[in-house]
């Protein structure tokens, strides 16, 4: 296996109104088979994708949301979310979903993957990466 | 780093959020519709010239001289043709593309 590369998905548009989300989780999901470092951003309407209650069924669509639960389990633990998106969405954590990994350094605990974070601390971790792919 | 925005900054917020999150030293280069981004005077204008602080902003060429806007641009906005998108694009260590 080549080197590990860090990757950010940076998620910034409402679920079920355009493919866009669901394409991102499916690349998502590609990037953690092949053991890359994936991070996921949401913001601006990406903050909906991982709103919590998602009810599908009369709309007659498929509901992905619970797939971003099953992530953790593919070593995708780190979930950031735009503090200013969700306060102009007047969304708060409490309306995400849960977002868990067990943490295999840590005798497998529980923890949380969501991090909320500022627009400065956006621009750093933008910084960092090897690869954004923008959806 | 190269930021690159294709939206108007009127029906969209991509510009608004890139300038939100772009580093020191960044490159933000707005393409298709994102040139309206450089008008002057426009509601955002006062946003980008606070941002010209910090990152560099370029614009295609071709694409504002096709939307006719080429004479109302932001002071300090750099032109760039085709061949200088390419250059930005490979100087940069990375591309992101504000969809």
Not at chain 1, 6 to 12: Q, T
Not at chain 1, 107 to 131: F, G, N, T
Not at chain 2, 10 to 30: E, I, M, P, Q, Y
Request: glycine share 6%; aromatic share 8%; charged share 30%.
């Amino acid at each position: 296996m080549s080197d590990t590369k860090k990757f950010l998905y940076v998620n910034r548009k409402a679920p079920y109104g355009t493919v866009y989300a669901l394409e991102s989780l499916e690349v998502v999901l590609i990037g953690a088979a092949f053991e890359q470092d994936v991070q996921l951003l949401f913001m601006d309407d990406g903050v909906f994708q991982i709103a919590k209650g998602q009810d599908t069924g009369e709309a007659e669509m498929k509901n992905f949301s619970p797939t971003y639960s099953a992530l953790g389990d593919y070593e995708v633990t780190k979930m950031y979310v735009d503090k200013q998106s969700l306060e102009e969405r007047g969304l708060t954590l409490d309306d995400l979903i849960h977002l868990t990994y067990e943490d295999e350094d840590d005798d497998y605990a529980e923890k949380d993957s969501i991090r909320l974070v500022s627009r400065e601390e956006i621009a750093a971790l933008m910084e960092e990466q090897d690869v954004i792919l923008s959806f | 780093m190269l930021h690159t925005v294709n939206k108007s900054p009127f029906t969209n917020n991509s510009l608004d959020s890139c300038l939100d999150c772009v580093g020191n030293g960044a490159a933000v280069l707005l393409i298709e519709d994102g040139v309206y981004g450089a008008l002057k005077g426009s509601k955002v204008a006062d946003k980008v010239k606070a941002a010209m602080g910090k990152v560099t902003i370029y614009a295609l060429s071709a694409d504002v001289k096709a939307r006719g806007v080429a004479d109302k641009m932001i002071d300090g906005i750099k032109m760039v043709d085709y061949a200088g998108f390419v250059e930005l694009a490979a100087e940069n260590d990375k591309v992101h593309s504000w969809l």
